[in-house]
Nanobody
Framework: QVQLVESGGGLVQAGGSLRLSCAASGRTRTFSDYAMGWFRQAPGKEREFAAAIGWSGVGIYYTDSVKGRFTISRDNAKNTVYLQMNNLKPEDTAVYYC??????????????????WGQGTQVTVSS
């Protein structure tokens, strides 16, 4: 099973930017065999899909609320997936988790069906 470690979270003012990273290690097989996704969980709410990218960088999806502001990308040579977040809003405040799957991750992917998760990184956007 692949191990995932997120980094890059923090406190930022509304309108600011952050770049999250998720590094994969362990029995990764080939990192490019995994679709990768970013999910987020705000206090008192369910974990929800934010963005995902397929094995070779195709198959990119975003939830509607982040389209035009967030960009997901991956560097298979570094076993890392990124989430560039621009024009952040207070409603983006959440713990952000990355997930890996041998199947394509889409906005319809059931959270409970994903088995490989990172520990999460806190993103706080102040107004």
């Amino acid at each position: 099973q692949v191990q995932l470690v997120e980094s890059g979270g923090g406190l930022v003012q509304a309108g600011g930017s952050l770049r999250l990273s998720c590094a994969a290690s362990g029995r990764t097989r080939t990192f490019s065999d995994y679709a990768m996704g970013w999910f987020r969980q705000a206090p008192g709410k369910e974990r929800e899909f934010a963005a995902a990218i397929g094995w070779s960088g195709v198959g990119i999806y975003y939830t509607d609320s982040v389209k035009g502001r967030f960009t997901i990308s991956r560097d298979n040579a570094k076993n890392t997936v990124y989430l560039q977040m621009n024009n952040l809003k207070p409603e983006d405040t959440a713990v952000y988790y990355c997930a890996a799957s041998r199947s394509l991750i889409t906005p319809d992917t059931v959270v409970a069906g994903l088995r490989s998760w990172g520990q999460g990184t806190q993103v706080t956007v102040s107004s």
